[in-house]
């Protein structure tokens, strides 16, 4: 069973920088494509960015291209979200997310994904 552990969330204030990291254990083959998502108090889930674990397609949500960047490391054991200016439109519980045979045109899609984190808090606020 795979198992997505984030860390790194906190308070920051505008135009500052978080990065988010997100531990994957219990079979990192079968994780082939990482995903992360965020909710805000009172709103849906959205799509933030994706990536193929072995490399490949990226995706970004329109709000964070050019300020958040997604990537794992090389033992590709941990996936991270390097968010920078930060917006305090940036304010959610951000969530990691991994899933296998993820097509292309589901990258962005919640319901796509099978393995889910639970969560960590980004505030941005002066």
């Known amino acids: 069973q795979v198992q997505l552990v984030e860390s790194g969330g906190g308070s920051v204030q505008p135009g500052g920088s978080l990065r988010l990291s997100c531990s994957v254990s219990?079979?990192?083959?079968?994780?082939?494509?990482m995903g992360w998502f965020r909710q805000a108090s009172g709103k849906d889930r959205e799509f933030v960015a994706s990536?193929?674990?072995?490399?490949?397609?990226?995706r970004y949500a329109d709000s964070v291209k050019g300020r958040f960047t997604i990537s794992r490391d090389n033992a590709r054991t941990t996936g991270y979200l390097q968010m920078n200016n930060l917006e305090p439109e940036d304010t959610a519980v951000y969530y990691c997310a991994a899933g296998s045979g993820i097509i292309l045109s589901s990258m962005t899609s919640a319901s796509a994904y099978s393995y889910w984190g639970q969560g960590t808090q980004v505030t941005v606020s002066s």
């Open positions: 990536r193929r674990w072995q490399g490949g397609a990226v």
């Open positions: 219990g079979g990192t083959s079968r994780t082939i494509t």
